[in-house]
């Protein structure tokens, strides 16, 4: 009962109540290296700050019932222990810089914590600072591993830095900083995975950087504003990670794995590259509503609403030929399936509302479920290689081939059906009122031939498929045609192409060979497989929309919709260059005409 209102001691070791009947604002124990008894008293009341200089070890103290104290420093303890500072809500400041472990709640429900400097901090347990409102920033570059929900509640917290953090504790119900509402940057450029939840819902986070990660759990950042990032080499990508965020591009060059909706509901995304990518898994790019380009890699599968109502898209850059799931493209309306993707099958509604060919010629399609043409308007269809149809366009002209095992489209009465007779196609048809029409070898739309050509010792073989052909095949030695010489022409109701013959060389020898191929219908023109053309490239043109295909010194041109482009395709595979299918490039086919495909050059291009 001394009144005293500040006191500095400098004994080692302090008596139980020392301090008790003492109205102390300030305590400095500056030698004090333990104590065991509760030395505070009634001065717990009163103190607002205590400075413990040599005190290494806090044992089972705890401060949680000092009603007015603001401010500590713990010079060299080594451990904060749990509970330590629990419901301190007068406590401003801590300095504690040898601290290397905070443990669970110590600072929980610190309301008004504003600054706390902790140097040489490596651990945080759970809850730690739970609910300490006055934070607004927090950096540390020694902190390695943090427990989940440390600054859960922290609602003004807008910035964090914790540059050597190597761990985070993962969950499947909760982040380790999800729901933190001012939250608007991150960093943490040392830690390799990112775990689940880790962000979810930190509606206000905008900018985060993690150049050390590799991996990105489920739903790390749904429902944020994250707009700009920094990764490392990302391998792989869990569920809705990114789902409804502001992101505008999505470039990972290094992913391989990602789970569903990755990207969905991004609706300021507009361009994704993702190189390495074999498959879009099911919602990737669900109401993307302004994505207008995507690269991925060798797909096989576009998945179970990928692209859904993704209503700008128009570019898609990959390789592989892919089965594309229900709903795939529903809704792209500026995409044309067809022109970029080689489609093996189609699931139920997957091109609806797409830019699709009204002439279409599909070599790798072979599964068609119901409904799969609902929504796009196709005048003529050639399905070669299909197994199972369950779907016909409606009003449609449609080549079907040999291989069919199962279907069922007794609906498609206003189409017209060319298949072979007893063939499982041309039995259906007759059975279910369908009008079908026989071809066959005098009525040859579908053809395949094998002939030599003088000097190489290769077959050319291929098929040809047409409506209304007629051809021209010249000779020449100059690369602009000038002194092109007429070989051959025919034309048919029912004909290919035409083919190179070998006669063609008892005309001269010439460097260059050529075909015009015209429709008069405005059909399928041409579907060439050759494994030899010698210095081939052709001429396509259509009578009814003047639309025209050049294959010229390695390069496509098409006028589609009114804009001209130019696309390189040339490789060089075993030997022999390689013009690659125009159906394979976004914007090549074009309306009407069909496609020349695998045309290759044993010497040199032009």
């Keep these: 009962n001394c009144a005293l209102s500040d006191v500095i001691i400098y004994a080692s070791s302090i008596g139980k109540n020392a301090f008790d009947g003492n109205p102390l604002k300030i305590i400095d124990l500056y030698n004090l290296e333990t104590y065991e008894h509760d030395i505070f008293g009634s001065a717990k009341a009163t103190v607002e700050e205590i400075y413990m200089d040599g005190m290494t070890d806090l044992g089972s103290i705890s401060f949680s019932d000092f009603d007015s104290l603001s401010v500590i420093e713990l010079d060299i303890v080594d451990v904060i222990p749990s509970g330590c500072f629990k419901n301190v809500t007068t406590l401003t400041s801590v300095l504690a810089p040898d601290a290397t472990k905070i443990e669970s709640k110590a600072f929980y429900n610190c309301t008004s914590l504003q600054s706390v400097v902790f140097d040489n901090l490596r651990t ?3 809850s730690a600072f739970y609910n300490c409102k006055a934070f607004t920033s927090f950096e540390s570059d020694s902190i390695e591993e943090i427990d989940l929900g440390i600054f859960e509640g922290c609602t003004n917290l807008t910035n964090i ?10 969950s499947d119900i909760v982040g380790a900083f999800s729901g933190l509402d001012s939250l608007e940057q991150f960093s943490a450029n040392s830690l390799s995975s990112i775990p689940a939840y880790a962000f979810d819902g930190c509606e206000s986070l905008t900018t985060v950087s993690f150049a050390g990660a590799t991996k990105i759990g489920r739903f790390a950042f749904r429902n944020t504003s994250l707009a700009k990032y920094t990764f490392g080499k990302v391998t792989t990508i869990g569920d809705y990670a990114f789902a409804n965020t502001d992101i505008t591009e999505a470039s990972f060059s290094y992913v391989t794995s990602m789970g569903y909706g990755v990207f ?5 995304l507009t361009k994704a590259n993702l190189p390495l990518m074999a498959e879009v898994p099911d919602y990737t790019f669900k109401g993307d509503s302004v994505l207008g380009s995507v690269t991925l ?33 529903y ?3 500026g995409l044309n399936p067809f022109s970029s993707l080689n489609l093996k099958s189609l699931g139920e509604y997957a091109i609806y509302s797409t830019r699709a060919s009204s002439t279409l010629t599909l070599p790798y399609l072979e599964d068609i479920e119901k409904n799969a043409f609902e929504g796009v308007t196709i005048k003529q269809l050639v399905l070669e290689n299909v197994v199972n149809v369950y779907d016909i366009p409606d009003n449609c002209i449609v080549l079907i081939g040999t291989d069919v095992e199962n279907g069922a489209f007794s609906e498609a009465t206003d189409s017209t059906i060319y298949a072979p007779a007893e063939s499982w196609v041309a039995d259906y048809c007759i059975d279910n009122g369908i009008n079908y029409i026989e071809f066959n070898e005098t009525n040859p739309i579908i053809t395949n031939t094998a002939e030599k050509i003088t000097g190489y010792d290769q077959d050319l073989s291929f098929k040809a498929l047409g409506f209304n052909l007629s051809y021209s095949w010249y000779g020449c030695n100059k690369e602009d045609c000038s002194d092109a010489v007429l070989l051959d022409t025919g034309e048919s109701t029912y004909r290919p192409i035409g083919r190179y013959d070998s006669s063609y060389n008892d005309e001269g020898d010439y460097k260059y060979y050529y075909c015009i191929a015209r429709s008069y219908e405005n059909g399928n023109v041409v579907n060439i497989k050759s494994n030899l053309v010698r210095n081939t490239f052709a001429y396509i043109r259509s009578f009814s929309d003047k639309t025209t295909i050049e294959y010229d010194i390695g390069y ?18 075993e030997g022999c260059y390689k013009v690659k299918p125009s159906h394979l490039y976004g914007s090549v086919a074009s309306y009407g005409t069909g496609s020349v495909i695998d045309i290759y050059d044993s010497g040199k291009i032009l």
Excluded: H, M, P
């Design 161 to 170: 830095s914790l540059n050597s953090l190597v761990s985070v504790s993962d």
């Design 124 to 126: 945080i347990g759970e």
């Design 556 to 573: 496509i041109y098409s006028n589609e919709l009114n804009s001209k482009e130019l696309i390189k395709n040339i490789s060089l595979e």
């Design 297 to 329: 890699g060798n797909v096989a599968r576009f998945g179970k609403y990928a692209f859904y109502d993704c209503v700008k898209f128009s570019l898609i850059t990959c390789t592989g030929i892919a089965q594309a799931d229900d709903y795939a493209f």
């Design 264 to 268: 969905s509901g991004c609706t300021a």
């Design 331 to 333: 809704n792209c309306r």
